[in-house]
């Protein structure tokens, strides 16, 4: 396949690329490194544009012809968007509509989308299936079933084929380290433990302990970066083999506390981690694991990497990023 990754640059469209590489796919990355790292971008060539510049974009699908899109290119802090909903809707709803009407003008027939467990809010039960009826607390997770909503209206119209990917959090890095987590701000758990252990932080602020979870503190779905990549591709292969356009969740379908993330970086870097607790943060869910089930058996796949794996990779990068 010839496939477009908007969004390339950055942290899971980087590992998208280098999995499709190393699948023998051809990759054109497209992204306007506004987060992303123009060093990520090493397995094809590389398209500087923002996804809301439609003639921009078209001129990239015109130019390299791809089988279709895996659009990764979005806005994704849950706070910011509390603040700043006119940034979210903007690249992620007018983002994903400029893209949608560039594949429709072009002919690319079909695209893999970036989704999240973030369109579910607060829900009622766990493990989370699809069939959990969205109810986004947030304008991030609103943009993000806007953008499914869009993809729907668009496949009625036009044809088009697509599927949603809803991840819950991801996490690791690729193995070889040259790829990594590397946000500004860096908001997330995993990323700020490793700040606190390598010293680059003071301490790392637990966000509520009172929850009705076994220690008291919130419950994730972390899940490998590579195992969200290879999910991409797959997704796509389904879709150009005739598969039919759906949503899916993605995640391990195993829970981790954040104090449970502490101490396992705390046993990977051989030190106590420095912590603080601290209120709750606004908006977050007790617990949030996904029910898998469903992409496992549509796209024959499932998470192959566990949560040590995953910090064990992560310390590879941070420490090598502390290093350097
Ligand atoms: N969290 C925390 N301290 C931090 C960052 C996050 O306690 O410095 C908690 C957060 O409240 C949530 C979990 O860690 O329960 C995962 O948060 P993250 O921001 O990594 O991902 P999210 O679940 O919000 O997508």
Redo the contacts with the bound molecule.
């Keep these: 396949m010839r496939i477009c990754v908007t969004g390339g640059a950055g942290y899971i469209g980087s590992h998208a690329c280098k999995a499709l590489a190393e699948a023998g796919h051809e990759v054109i990355v497209y992204d306007n490194l506004s987060t992303g790292h123009r060093r990520f971008v090493r397995w094809g060539p590389f398209c500087h544009g923002d996804i809301r510049d439609t003639v921009r974009f078209r001129a990239c699908l015109r130019e390299f012809r791809p089988d279709g899109i895996i659009h990764f290119a979005a806005s994704a802090y ?1 706070g910011e968007s509390v603040m700043d909903p006119g940034k979210y809707f903007s690249n992620n709803v007018g983002g994903t509509l400029s893209i949608l009407e560039a594949m429709r003008d072009e002919g690319c027939p079909a695209i893999v989308v970036s989704g999240t ?2 369109v579910y809010g607060q829900p009622g039960a766990v493990p989370i299936a699809e069939t959990c009826p969205p109810n986004p607390i947030n304008p991030y997770g609103a943009s993000k079933l806007f953008m499914e909503r869009m993809l729907a209206d668009f496949a009625t119209a036009h044809s088009l084929r697509w599927m949603s990917l809803r991840y ?2 991801a996490a690791g890095s690729s193995a070889q380290g040259e790829i990594g987590e590397l946000h500004e701000p860096e ?4 990323p ?2 490793m700040f606190a252990a390598l010293g680059i932080i003071d301490a ?5 302990t009172d929850y009705p979870t076994p220690d008291g ?4 779905d972390y899940i490998h970066v590579e195992d969200l990549a290879r999910a991409h591709i797959r997704a796509l292969e389904r879709l150009l083999a005739g598969g039919e356009n759906m949503a899916l969740n993605l995640g391990t379908e195993r829970g981790a506390s ?1 104090r449970e ?1 502490i101490q396992g970086v705390a046993e990977i870097a051989g030190r106590m981690v420095p912590c603080r607790d ?1 209120e ?2 606004s908006g ?1 869910p007790a617990i ?1 694991v996904a029910d898998a089930a469903r992409a496992r058996e549509v796209l024959d796949w499932s998470a192959q990497k566990n949560l040590s794996s995953m910090l064990q990779d992560a310390w590879s990068f941070f420490a090598a990023q502390k290093g350097a």
């Design positions: 849950v467990c973030a819950f959090n908001t997330h758990l995993i700020r433990v790392i602020d637990i966000f509520g503190t919130c419950v994730r954040v993330i601290r709750r943060r977050d949030l």
